[in-house]
């Protein structure tokens, strides 16, 4: 391992902080090194010089490469809550046809129609607005709000790409979640 080196394999923070705090000692030791000595040989002060801007360069470098690290950590851990996360949502999905997604997606009592599914750890929405009758928009990655006007044959197209089993994992409709929103009724005796 070396300490110059960056480690895009890293998976603790141990080694970027540890690099964070050698490196901030060794800064503030170049700013403090006159009071602690001094040199009056002037050949052996220019070369204490040189080292020193030798050191500081490193150290900066090394200060450089502990932050990207640190910074590679966190996306790595952010990614597996993510993918955590999706997972549970999956767990508590509702397997669904196509045609039953459709159906939902083309009810004509609704203003706004959301239907969001789960796809190789991904959450994919499917919505319809009120002005757009006919074409359904489907934001694939909604950090980056990425949308897509879609026709009905489209959006049938586009769902038979989300297939698990001849099924969609259908997570959330209208807010609610699907497990609550395809519950049967309860019926009562009379």
Known sequence: MNILEFNKDIKSYKLPIAKIV????????????KS?????IEFLANLEKSLCLGVAIFTVYCLGVAVMEILVVRNRNLKVKEKEKTVALAKNGVYCT????????????????????IFENKKIEFF???????VFIYNEDPIFDEMI?????DVKMELEKYKIYE???VVEVNGIAAQKYFEEPVKTKN
Do not use: A, G, H, M
């Open 149 to 153: 006007n879609l026709s009905p044959s």
């Open 22 to 33: 050698v490196c901030t000692l060794l800064i503030i030791f170049l700013f403090i090194r």
């Open 167 to 169: 099924k969609i994992c």
């Open 98 to 117: 196509e045609d039953k997604v459709l159906s939902i997606l083309q009810k004509p009592d609704r203003d706004f129609v959301s239907v969001i599914i």
């Open 128 to 134: 319809k607005l009120f002005e757009s009758y006919d």
């Open 36 to 40: 602690i000595y001094q040199i009056k």
